[in-house]
C-alpha cells in the first residue's frame, strides 16, 4: 500500500519559513510539491527526479523555495522563506512511477493528504 505521508506546514507571517517533509512508502522517480488555494486548480510547485533534476513551475517562487529529496530515507522537502500572503494554500506532496515528465497533477498517481500553510 503506497502512502505519501506529509508534516510541516502552518500559519506564519509575511517573511517567514516553514517546512514541508513527505515520506514515502518506497522510493519514486520523481516526486513533487504542488498547491492549491481556494477556488483554484492545483498547481505545480516544484518537481524533481532522482537525479536532483528540478523544475520550479511557479516563477513567484524561484528563490524563495528549495525542493530536495533524500533519496536513501524516501522522504522529500520543501522549505519555503520569505513567504507571502499569495503562498496561502493546501500543499500536496505528489509522486510518480517514472521519471518527470511535467508538472501536470495528472502526471502524479500518488498523492498526501495535504498540509494548509497560511501566511498572514
Known amino acids: 500500500h503506497v502512502q505519501l505521508v506529509e508534516s510541516g506546514g502552518g500559519s506564519v507571517r509575511a517573511g517567514g519559513s516553514l517546512t514541508h517533509y513527505c515520506a514515502a512508502s518506497?522510493?519514486?522517480?520523481?516526486m513533487g510539491w504542488f498547491r492549491q488555494a481556494p477556488g483554484n486548480r492545483r498547481e505545480a510547485v516544484a518537481i524533481?527526479?532522482?537525479?536532483?533534476?528540478?523544475?520550479y513551475a511557479i516563477d513567484s517562487v524561484k528563490g524563495r523555495f528549495t525542493i530536495s529529496r533524500n533519496n536513501a530515507k524516501d522522504t522529500l522537502y520543501l522549505q519555503m522563506n520569505n513567504l507571502k500572503p499569495e503562498d496561502t494554500a493546501m500543499y500536496y506532496c505528489?509522486?510518480?512511477?517514472?521519471?518527470?515528465?511535467?508538472?501536470?497533477?495528472?502526471?502524479?498517481?500518488?498523492w498526501g493528504q495535504g498540509t494548509q500553510v497560511t501566511v498572514s
Open positions: 505528489a509522486s510518480a512511477g517514472a521519471y518527470c515528465s511535467g508538472g501536470r497533477p495528472g502526471n502524479f498517481g500518488y
Open positions: 518506497r522510493f519514486f522517480p520523481c
Open positions: 524533481m527526479d532522482r537525479d536532483g533534476s528540478t523544475i
